[in-house]
T-cell receptor, first 110, second 113 residues
Framework: EDQVTQSPEALRLQEGESSSLNCSYT??????LFWYRQDPGKGPEFLFT???AGEEKEKERLKATLTKKESFLHITAPKPEDSATYLC???????????FGTGTRLTIIP | DSGVTQTPKHLITATGQRVTLRCSPR?????VYWYQQSLDQGLQFLIQ???????AKGNILERFSAQQFPDLHSELNLSSLELGDSALYFC????????????FGPGTRLTVT
């Protein structure tokens, strides 16, 4: 069964303080790894898809990387508007559903 | 705005009742997915439809059912509601199945009293 574990559960950073969020996964065959951002009471917002180990994608202050066992979401010089829960999900070759981790709740303090 | 719409936004009902949640996918998307998000379980996949046909099932209870109509909108029916069914229900859509990103709607918050 596919499993996704995210750490830490919660992270508080000062504005401008860079850090990384971790997503460890277990799948029989990885079709894709997805990162989403979710604000309270809203639907998840798509950020990135990573397909193979070694791949990297960037968007503004966010960069996602992928290895064979985990993915990192690096946040550089974050701003208060980056505060949200960041969700990682995997899609197995055998099916089309997304299996989500429980997320990292990120708070950026001005 | 993802382009996926869901109605209603909020729903409050009593135990034992039946409700219907509605989802309209992004224009051009053929696949619709339903997810349940509760505080203790995170986002859980319920069911997927592709161009009107059921494509995949997750841990969906027998009391729950869904369908996708010819205009591609989808409905999730929840019956014999229990307190534990209180959650956020999200619909997502993608161009097709497989390796395409899923875009989520704003969700329906269901409260069962």
């Amino acid at each position: 069964e596919d499993q996704v574990t995210q750490s830490p559960e919660a992270l508080r950073l000062q504005e401008g303080e860079s850090s990384s969020l971790n997503c460890s996964y277990t799948v029989s065959g990885l079709r894709g790894l997805f990162w989403y951002r979710q604000d309270p009471g809203k639907g998840p917002e798509f950020l990135f898809t990573l397909y193979s180990a070694g791949e990297e994608k960037e968007k503004e202050r966010l960069k996602a990387t992928l290895t064979k066992k985990e993915s990192f979401l690096h946040i550089t010089a974050p701003k208060p508007e980056d505060s949200a829960t960041y969700l990682c999900a995997v899609q197995d070759i055998g099916n089309e559903k997304l299996t989500f981790g429980t997320g990292t709740r990120l708070t950026i303090i001005p | 705005d993802s382009g996926v719409t869901q109605t209603p936004k909020h729903l409050i009902t009593a135990t034992g009742q039946r409700v219907t949640l509605r989802c309209s996918p992004r224009s051009g998307d053929l696949s619709v997915y339903w997810y349940q998000q509760s505080l203790d379980q995170g986002l859980q996949f319920l069911i997927q439809y592709y161009n009107g046909e059921e494509r995949a099932k997750g841990n969906i209870l027998e009391r729950f059912s869904a369908q996708q109509f010819p205009d591609l909108h989808s409905e999730l029916n929840l019956s014999s509601l229990e307190l534990g069914d209180s959650a956020l229900y999200f619909c997502a859509s993608s161009v097709a199945g497989g390796l395409y990103e899923q875009y989520f709607g704003p969700g329906t918050r269901l409260t069962v009293t």
